[in-house]
């Protein structure tokens, strides 16, 4: 059960009952529930001078989502999902944007966004159980609770190389993509970088008139084809009428995709037979590859076979035998760092115009006014495109400078690592919740799915504390810790901490390693969520306001 204590705030009127962070698909969701279904006054800060998120800075070319299009939506509004038809079976970048500012126009949002506005810090006050929020234009606003939608993959991450900033040529960060596009047309360009990013924008830059693409490479991905082709009238006639199934089959699934793992194992079958199940699912491209055998990230032979699979497709793909060694992967199991899908990836190194630096083999010393020197070479370029990735989980919000109670920062508190209850809340700091934090599903969903899951808890919570006069709301010390210790027992069981990836926070130096997404599955999560909610907020503090107490009585101590 929740513990109350009682305080009077009723001195302290805050300007919103809550602000939001954030314009994406959680921070649009997350207004729209708070503002239509509960009627509090919502303000929601954007640092874009539009909607969309991570849809509006990954504009580079080829960017588009790896979630087939009738599964990476909303499915809140029966309307918008009858009035919304996708065009390819993976939406590309431009029309998930325009899907958002359908959406965001349709349920008439823009009113309450603060649009080119950047949140430069978030501070509780105990004495008003509120946030006060502070924003470059050098504004305050306060609030009685504070909604972070900020994304788990928004600040951009450029490895610090020696002398970076002495190249002289244009350089661009994938997730920071120049909105009036790029000119390619006979330059030398580089691209550091095979992460999901560099998979995509690769074949795209290959495919322009340029002079040379030369690809850095340190890790080689287990990348599988996508298989995009345009929806049809037949096939969006036959995604309606079952839509409601689909939909419900993604709730109630560990990765938030409609798909069912159609073998327990691949421990006992010889590499033939693994072939035989394999193929078919490599030829319809996608995600349902990987969501062949139940046990992929848990047993280490059935992940070997998989691996193996591929590896057998990319030296299959790929003309020089060389070029296909230093492409296959051998370092890590199949999706322990994040599997991209790919369209052409692989073939593109067949065509004559690009090449591959092996880093691992020749390391990047310096950046130079002319290009990139390794070790054994000088590359000359007119453009360096970093697709290295993201500060993922913990940079966006870390880079707010939120305080909590008594001036601890989340910084402080994170310092070795997140600790949240549920990825959704933090002890010491009261009235916030997380839209996809660290340590819940996130980046290891369906995106949409684990962001509805957690609109809709952190609505009902927040109209739960409003209708019941809850002036603050926290979880307990103990709650945070068995959440962090479950997650960490959880990735101890699978294959996951093996791999130096962003999900280990391994991208970055500086960065404590820590398995930050929660891998207990989403249908497992949601169910757990749901129960803390049944249960009164089993776990938090819950301190309600009267107005005959001294505002500045007990409080629970920050322990
Ligand atoms: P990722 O997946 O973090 O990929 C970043 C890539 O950059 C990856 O191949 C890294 O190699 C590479 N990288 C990072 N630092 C360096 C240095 N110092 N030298 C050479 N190469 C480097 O980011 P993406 O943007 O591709 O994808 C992020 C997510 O966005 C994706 O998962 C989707 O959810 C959408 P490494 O593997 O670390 O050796």
């Known amino acids: 059960m929740s513990s109350v204590t009682e305080v009077n705030t009723t001195e302290y009127e805050a300007d919103y009952d809550v602000v939001i962070v954030g314009a994406g698909f959680s921070g649009l969701y997350q207004l729209h529930r708070l503002r239509d279904e509960l009627g509090l006054s919502v303000k929601l800060i954007e640092k874009a001078d539009d909607v969309g998120g991570t849809w509006y800075w990954n504009q580079y070319p080829g960017a588009q989502c790896d979630s087939e299009s009738h599964i990476y939506c909303y499915s809140f509004n029966e309307d918008i999902l009858e009035e919304w038809q996708w065009s390819e079976r993976y939406p590309s970048q431009p029309e998930v944007l325009e899907y958002l500012r359908f959406v965001t126009d349709r349920l008439d949002l823009r009113e309450n966004i603060e649009f080119d506005t950047a949140v430069t810090g978030a501070s509780f006050d105990e004495t008003g159980s509120q946030w006060?929020?502070?924003?470059?234009?050098?504004?305050?606003i306060s609030s009685q609770f504070f909604v972070t939608a900020v994304g788990c993959l928004s600040e951009p991450w450029v490895p610090d190389f020696n002398k970076r900033d002495s190249f002289e040529g244009e350089?661009?960060?994938?997730?920071?993509?120049?909105?009036?596009?790029?000119?390619f047309t006979d330059k030398r360009i580089a691209v550091i970088g095979t992460g999901a990013s560099g998979i995509q924008v690769i074949p795209e830059v290959a495919k322009?008139?340029?002079e040379h693409l030369t690809v850095f490479q340190r890790t080689p991905n287990y990348a599988v084809p996508a298989r995009d082709r345009p929806l049809d009238d037949g096939d969006w006639s036959e995604i309606q009428d079952n839509y409601d199934r689909i939909l419900r089959n993604a709730h109630e699934s560990g990765f938030g995709m409609p798909f069912e793992t159609a073998y327990p194992t691949a421990e006992d079958l010889s590499m033939e037979e693994v072939r035989e199940i394999l193929e078919p699912r490599w030829q319809e491209g996608g995600f349902r590859f990987m969501l062949t055998f139940e046990d992929l990230i848990i047993n280490p032979e059935t992940n070997e076979k998989?691996?193996?699979?591929v590896r057998e497709q990319i030296r299959e793909t790929v003309d020089d035998s060389e070029m296909a060694e230093k492409l296959v992967p051998k370092g890590h199991y199949y999706a322990t760092k994040r599997p991209p899908l790919h369209t052409n990836y692989y073939q593109t190194f067949n065509e004559d115009q690009v090449s591959l630096v092996d880093v691992t083999e020749t390391p990047i010393e310096r950046m130079i006014t002319s290009g990139i020197q390794t070790t054994d070479a000088i590359h000359e370029f007119d453009m360096i495109i970093y697709a290295t990735g993201f500060d993922a989980m913990t940079g966006t919000l870390l880079n707010m400078d939120i305080q909590g109670r008594n001036g601890l920062t989340l910084e402080e508190k994170w310092e070795d690592g997140p600790q949240t209850y549920l990825g959704l809340s933090a002890h010491g700091f009261p009235n916030m919740f997380t839209v996809t934090g660290p340590q819940s599903p996130s980046v290891l969903s369906n995106m949409p799915v684990s962001i509805e899951q957690h609109v809709e808890w952190i609505s009902d919570a927040i109209g739960h504390f409003v209708d019941n006069d809850i002036s603050a709301v926290e979880p307990r010390k103990e709650a945070e810790e068995a959440w962090t210790a479950h997650n960490t027992?959880?990735?101890e069981q699978t294959l996951y901490p093996t791999a130096d990836s962003w999900y280990m926070n391994e991208n970055i130096e500086d960065k404590p390693t820590v398995f930050t997404p929660y891998i207990g599955g989403v249908d497992v999560y949601h169910q757990t969520i749901q129960e803390v909610a049944e249960k009164e907020y089993e776990g938090f503090d819950l301190t309600e306001s009267i107005t005959d107490l001294d505002p500045r009585?007990?409080?629970?101590?920050?322990s």
């Open 132 to 140: 006060t929020i502070s924003t470059d234009d050098g504004s305050e």
């Open 171 to 183: 350089s661009y960060h994938t997730g920071r993509w120049p909105h009036d596009g790029v000119e």
């Open 208 to 210: 322009e008139d340029i």
């Open 306 to 309: 998989v691996s193996e699979f």
């Open 489 to 491: 027992e959880v990735a």
């Open 553 to 558: 009585g007990d409080r629970p101590a920050l």
